[in-house]
C-alpha cells in the first residue's frame, strides 16, 4: 500500500490550506525535504505510524492506544481504519481526521498529512 504524506507544519509555514485541492501539487513542486513530503509503503501487518517508523521517519505520537490525538493525521485520498479511538469525535472523523497509530490502509494508495495535531482544534484535544 503506497502512502504519500505531507507534514502539517510545511502546510503551516507556507501558509497553504489544508483542504486546498492542489496541496499535494504544490508540495510536489515545493521541493520539501523527504521527511516533509514524500512516499512510503505500509504492509498488510503494519498501522500508518508503523509503518512510517520502519521506514526511518520520526512521526509524532504518545500513548499508542488511541487516547491522545499526537499521532492524528488528516486523510486526503484514501480510508484508513480505526479500531480504537477514544479521543477524536466523529465530526473529526466525518472531516477526515485520523489516528495513525492504530490506522490500518484500506485503500491501496493513500494521501496523508501527519502532524496534524499542531491544528488549533487537535492541540486542544491532546494529553
Ligand atoms: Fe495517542 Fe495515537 S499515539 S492516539
Known amino acids: 500500500i503506497r502512502v504519500e504524506f505531507l507534514d502539517y ?3 503551516a509555514d507556507r501558509g497553504w490550506d489544508l483542504e486546498d485541492d492542489r496541496l499535494f501539487a504544490k508540495a510536489a513542486d515545493a521541493d ?18 508503523e509503518a512510517a ?27 484508513l481504519s480505526q479500531p480504537a479511538n477514544h479521543i477524536l469525535s466523529e465530526e473529526h472523523a466525518e472531516r477526515g481526521f485520523r489516528l ?15 502532524n496534524v495535531k499542531h ?6 484535544l491532546r494529553l
Open 100 to 114: 495513525s497509530c492504530n490506522g490500518y490502509p484500506l485503500s491501496d494508495e493513500l494521501k496523508v498529512v501527519f
Open 32 to 49: 520539501l525535504a523527504p521527511a516533509d513530503h514524500g512516499r512510503l509503503l505500509v504492509e498488510p501487518d503494519e498501522s500508518l505510524l
Open 119 to 124: 491544528l488549533p482544534e487537535l492541540d486542544e
Open 53 to 79: 517508523e520502519n521506514r526511518g521517519f520520526s512521526w509524532p505520537f504518545s500513548c499508542r492506544g488511541g487516547a491522545c490525538a499526537n499521532c492524528a493525521v488528516y486523510l486526503v485520498e484514501g480510508e
Open 9 to 11: 507544519e510545511a502546510i
